[in-house]
């Protein structure tokens, strides 16, 4: 009776551990991604030149754009899902999307949580203010002052480490209204953002008080664990293909006018 007892369990344990490992391999985010044919990717679509909508209504930008081929190199297609800034990461930990491509800034908060991918641009900070403003001219003058940013966002964080208070927006376009009706101080964004927005609206009466010396690193994030090592080390490899091509130059200075893998 024990002998046969020792017997159920051991077959018990192989099942388990057979059923353990296939749950394991299934779990491979690539190898899932290739199992629907597809990769879902997060992202705001109201950042230009970043990921926006074109006059016919269509989602395109520079991460949009790079986001298709990364899909299209990986063998599937790209599927974006559009959503507030806030929800991107609270999407990506509930796995309701694989990646957020979104010119997401690497931050050590940000690594603490997530791996992030090779950097496929850098990126310079730039507060920007109504033309005629004299009292912003380096971040130590942020201190007591109002800005208007994506809460959580990066730039509201550097904001407020320098004393400023940030007032919550929903996009660009927004985050500048505020600026020239004198209802926030100034706002902090990539200097590319300021320079996209100045080309489409030459006449508004803005300036760059101030840069950040060092360029920031600005790569795809990814949930932590074994699951996503192979899609990391696949989208490096694709990355460092794009570099190596021009390709990556190419589309940088297409939608910036400059290329932001050599700042």
Request: charged share 25%.
């Amino acid at each position: 009776m024990k002998k046969l007892l020792i017997s159920c369990i051991l077959i018990l344990l192989v099942i388990t551990g057979c059923s353990n490992s296939k749950e394991s391999k299934s779990e491979d985010l690539l190898s899932l991604i290739k199992q629907k044919g597809e990769i879902i990717i997060a992202t705001e679509g109201t950042w230009s030149p970043w990921t926006y909508h074109d006059e016919s209504d269509e989602l395109v930008g520079y991460d949009v754009e790079l986001g298709k081929l990364i899909a299209d190199k990986l063998g599937v297609k790209a599927t974006f899902m559009e959503a507030e800034w806030d929800s991107l990461f609270a999407g990506l930990d509930a796995k309701r999307y694989d990646i957020v491509f979104n010119g997401v800034e690497v931050t050590k908060q940000r690594s603490q949580k997530y791996d992030f991918t090779s950097p496929y641009a850098l990126i310079k900070t730039a507060i920007i203010v109504e033309g005629n403003n004299s009292l912003i001219n380096s971040f130590e003058d942020l201190n007591g002052k109002s800005t208007a940013n994506t809460l959580a966002s990066t730039y509201a964080t550097l904001a407020e480490s320098y004393g400023a208070t940030p007032t919550g927006v929903d996009d660009l376009s927004q985050t500048i209204e505020l600026v020239l009706s004198g209802r926030v101080d100034a706002t902090l964004n990539a200097e590319v953002s300021y320079y996209d927005y100045m080309a489409q609206h030459p006449n508004a009466n803005l300036k760059i008080a101030a840069l950040t010396e060092d360029a920031s690193s600005v790569s795809i994030p990814l949930r932590k664990g074994e699951e996503t090592e192979s899609l990391m080390i696949e989208i490096n490899r694709i990355i460092d293909e794009l570099k190596t091509s021009g390709e990556l130059s190419a589309l940088s200075n297409k939608y910036f006018g400059i290329d932001l893998t050599q700042q």
